[in-house]
């Protein structure tokens, strides 16, 4: 294995552990702080020293201890036998973790503990996606389309406001858990659209590792609320775009659209499971909420056995529905592509070029406006707009399928 590889194998172990590390910290020291940073040194001190010496046969336990004697030095320098010295000796023996209450799991158990409710919804979303999921600020920042500048304030705030409001580091019962739910699968999707389009320099185009790890966590987590509709409705959507992942990018490593995969290889287990618990959550006659509305639309495009075949006015139909209940320009975006196959490209650019203060910085936005200039035969103003996409898209695989598309133009 060579050095490249050794150390790419390490920074995986590393980021499977994250979570686990820093579950156990926070709950030894009650400070988030000083678990991140505690974490962040035993794993610079991994990448080190493991691809010289191996991977040791624990991995996790090994971060744990070395995080462990880095957090309680820390404490030490900063408080020269203060109560936080006293603490971190009292705390340096193997004392019992806390029971796990209605959480066995040690990820999901930290994610719900960050997703507090007296914290802004948007706060404890960014602070759980960056202490517990291990994204980087870019990758938040470009998920939530703000600045990166933006993005590292909230988490700030958040953990100021954890450390003045004197909230407690504690597993939540039974009963805190539907008043979490919500910053919880706002979590798990950003997790899953992370890993099925990554947007960090130099990782795989589609992370399967984030994937499944955020599929996991949700069936969990739908197993904890049973009578939640939306942890239903994420499950649903999420295997109902897993499904479809070994088409997802050639072997070439260019991005295949939904219209030109192959049907044929998509998981038939993983959509009949959705198509399902899309099903279920219809029987209920409940509304449905946000992820189940998007979970329907997926069900109407892994129904067809063709582009072609797809019921286009049920998939404009579902998206009026969901802007009603999520107005964002990001829906209004995905909505203007139903009405290309409508009313045609030049409805669904006058809609698009509505969206243009909102999504400047978003790569499809301006992916979407090239290709309507496309079909509609603006060719140079088609190729301005696939520049713009390329010079902002992320992922690799993407990059290429923008090139190409360009390079294509008259």
């Known amino acids: 294995m060579s050095a490249a590889d050794a150390t790419e194998a390490v920074t995986r172990a590393c980021q ?41 046969p624990r991995p996790g336990a090994w971060l744990t201890t070395t995080a462990t004697r880095k957090a309680i030095d820390r404490i030490r320098r900063e408080n020269n036998r203060g109560d936080k010295h006293k603490e971190a000796q009292m705390l340096s023996h193997n004392d019992p973790p806390e029971p796990p209450g209605a959480l066995d799991d040690d990820r999901l158990r930290l994610i719900f503990t960050c997703c507090h409710p007296a914290l802004a919804m948007q706060a404890r979303v960014a602070l759980t996606l960056r202490l517990v999921a291990g994204l980087t600020v870019p990758q938040i920042a470009r998920a939530f389309l703000v600045p990166e500048t933006t993005i590292g304030q909230r988490i700030t705030r958040a953990k100021a406001k954890i450390t003045a409001a004197r909230i407690p580091y504690r597993v939540p019962s039974a009963d805190d858990l539907p008043a979490r739910a919500g910053g919880v699968l706002a979590v798990l999707y950003l997790v899953f659209n992370e890993g099925y389009l990554a947007t960090g320099p130099g990782t795989d185009p589609v992370r399967h590792d984030l994937t499944a790890e955020a599929i996991r966590l949700t069936r969990l987590t739908r197993a904890l609320l049973p009578a939640d ?28 659209t939904l219209a030109d995969q192959d049907r044929g290889t998509w998981d038939a287990a993983l959509i009949a499971e959705g198509h399902q618990l899309v099903r279920d ?30 019921d286009w006015p049920q998939v404009l139909t579902l998206y009026d529905q969901l802007t009603r209940l999520d107005p964002s320009p990001v829906i209004a975006l995905n909505r203007a592509i139903a009405v290309a196959e409508i009313d045609g490209p030049q409805a669904a650019l006058a809609a698009v070029d509505r969206l243009a203060d909102r999504l400047v910085g978003y ?8 290709d309507l200039l496309r079909r ?4 140079h103003q088609s190729r301005a707009a696939y520049d713009t996409a390329i010079e902002l898209a992320g992922n690799t695989a993407e990059t290429a399928y923008l090139t190409r598309r360009r390079d294509q133009l008259g």
């Open 363 to 370: 790569h499809a936005y301006h992916a979407t406006r090239a």
């Open 229 to 256: 509709g939306e942890a239903a409705g994420l499950l649903a959507l999420m295997l109902l775009t897993q499904a479809r992942r070994t088409a997802r990018v050639s072997a070439s490593g260019e991005l295949v």
């Open 376 to 379: 509609l035969g603006r060719s």
């Open 281 to 310: 959550r219809l029987a209920t006659q409940v509304a449905p909420g946000r992820y189940q509305i998007l979970a329907a639309i997926s069900a109407v495009h892994t129904s067809a056995r063709d582009i072609r075949d797809t």
């Open 16 to 56: 499977e552990e994250w979570a686990r590390v820093v579950a156990t910290l926070t709950r030894r020291f009650g400070d988030l702080d000083i678990a991140e940073e505690a974490a962040a040194e035993a794993f610079a001190t991994a990448v080190a020293r493991w691809p010289a010496d191996g991977v040791p």
